[in-house]
């Protein structure tokens, strides 16, 4: 059905955009962070505008050439890689970075696809405003990805998902026709949801080239503490007593187990961890509140309270910003220790609140019955979001147990799944999940998705096997 | 390429669904709200269950019998009566009103569509929590027809629009599958969000047939202050001074011109009134705060602030919970004052925030060249959401003057889309403004839209002419 870029496809392309779009040093596409199988790389295009993006999807339509849409490549699910089939042309947004323009008074920013989130978010402080999305790897990646796999991060508590902070796009659908939705309207209730269509399909319905984004005001207080809770449950009832404590105002709220500074101290020391001995469970939150509130003071109120009530045993409060950024910094190098450490088998689940503690009295008991695991258990509490991430025994490597990835996969994600939870919370499906999202997708979605798919794409060009699985 | 509703289809269906499913009495579904033209009807069921929603799209699709789904009937856009064509079905959801679980450690509850606005709310106050969709119709709106819509309300500023107040849907899709999508999660990145394309779709794209929705702490103080305030610009800076002075409590922020209050003394005189002679311009502030604040003094000293930047020259702080009320009541009897004065064009717009103001000055310029009128213009500041209303000088009736509907609404419309704003913020598109969107809508969002019908709802059964023109 789809036909590998060819010598005659590039010339094509080359008659129709400027030298400047073609990459030469293309090795770097064909990576994921997460390593495994190395995508395939027809070309690699990085048009200079919306025009251009529009041009090379017409392009590759008449030629019948899969697109691969490439934001910042650190999507962890290989959305942004192709390594079967044919070879495909890889479309970067590289080269739109540009803001178009903020409308402070509005609370509005329009980004392009290419702009790099910690560049998103300097604007938005320029204009004395936030840009909430934040993320371990906001320094590489592009908003055209974080929206198109509508990505979490650690605000989503207070402030949504990226979904949630999208007003309005602009986007080349798979026809090449393009369209102009960039409205920075609040309530705009003009047909089908189009913007939250493409957000989170994941290049597979169209390439997002610009965006409306929501700025917020910036908190005038900020504050970060850690704790030791007793439990999961205890850092459950953590988060309930500090809705009642800090309010509407927690910016963050992550859930650390003791495997997280234990992976830290043996692989990146230089890290400061709060308490000598790694606790068994702790957790990091984040307050953001109004003027004239002191969060020292919430934070501290909150710790007495809780302590009172045995579900915490210590605590730090940050008494400055260096302080904060070194709980946040431990926080965030823990994603990098993983790395270093090498997972069997990483899991980015989400799960109804309640029960997250019991899942996680349940699941060791599972893996148990596969093999000799760490576990490292850690993420974003107030969202029922976790990363369930399996390791060998220390001393054992990474490669000596690999094999084991699929039962393990398997075995969580089926514990998930009776749980009423996702196997995908922030990250995406991917080509890694694809199968398993037809294996415990709801089968009239999924019908309903495949219809979808065919009817915008109906040449099959954009992003094929991410999301949805090839077909025979 | 559709049947009218047989006798020999009604057996089918009387075969198949229970006694109780079936409306004798069906007059009250062929008018609407704002009057018009009434709605055909073939035959009204209302099904019991999920299943029953199922088996009667099933039957309608075997006989090509259009079906129109049915809330409340509350809707003000002609999406919930189909007054040419064949004769349809009316499918009700009345007798599916259940609020089938609250998680309150989970903030979500779980409403079937048939459940009433009214009654949703006191399901979360019964649990201590808020579910914050409220506005005129909540006492006969259902919750499956303010998804279908993506209805606003007052509360939109601070917590969303009905679209973001849904975590989950339960839904039949037009080929009768359902589709079990009551996920209570925050985060769930498992394929395309098929949730946000029912919500909006007003019926055609499948029933909605139950939602997990988010819930909230009720805010701990509550306050509500009216002030006069100089004119739209002078509101727009006290928005944003509000932020500055109450941060996130803002719960709503809606400007009344004062046709308001005179429709009011013409037609309702006994709705209090804040201030003797009506205002030009006021606004209506309400705060929710965390414990610990006080909303009057915050509003005190908002009202203090604003003065010394002669934003505004009077106001009044609600002293008690029925002064609240009242200055509620006065709101959201504008509405009640409209229908009895009688509107030649009614629009639900929505500009971007900073240019309100403009479009304020210009509007009257325009509808000037057309005629004598009266406007009556209020809304949802805060969210950039005008009600913008348009009336015969007083002594003359809407019939004398209802022939210039169409060239009204051409000129407010046209106005608008220069103003790169939205013909519908919270009502829909229904049948009123199906012909419009065509004008007016991006034709490559246009064409997506049209493609996703035909995939889901190939035989065009659900709600045919709503949101998309009938095909010649």
Redesign the interface.
Known sequence: MHNSVTDAFAETLRSRLPQAAFKDDTAQYAETPRGGKPGQIGLVVAPGSTEEVAETIRAAAEARVPVIPYGGGTGLVTGQVMPDGPVPLVLSLERMTKIRAT?A??N?LVAEAGAILVDVQAAAEAADRLFPLSLGSEGSARMGGLLG??A?GVN??RYG?A??LCLGLEAV?PDG?????L????????????R??L???EGT?GVITAAALRLF?RP?ETGTAVMVVRDPDAA?DLL?LA??I????INAFELISGMGPTFLSETIPDVRLPFPDPPEWMVLIDLGL??GRDPAETLETLFMAAHERELVSDGLIAQSEQQRAEFWRMREAIPEANKLIGAISSHDI?????RIPEFIRTAPGVLEKLGDYRINCFG?L????LHYNVYPPKGQSRDSRIAEKGDVQRAVHDLVDSF??????????GRLKAED?QR??????????R??????DPLGIMNPGA??PLRD
Do not use: F, Q
Request: glycine share 14%.
């Open positions: 409308y008074a509005e509005v796999t509508n979490g989503v508590l998902n979904r949630d659908l026709s393009v369209w102009h939705g409205k920075r309207l609040r309530k705009d209730n003009t047909g089908y949801d189009l939250n269509l957000i989170g399909a319905l005001p005038a459950l309930a809705g009642d800090a309010g509407s105002g109004d003027a989400s799960l109804p609140i309640s974003h107030g969202d029922g979001n009423d939870g996702s196997i995908s919370a922030e990250h995406g499906i999202l415990y997708g709801d089968p009239a979605k999924l019908a309903a998705m219809a979808i798919k065919d009817a915008l999301v949805l």
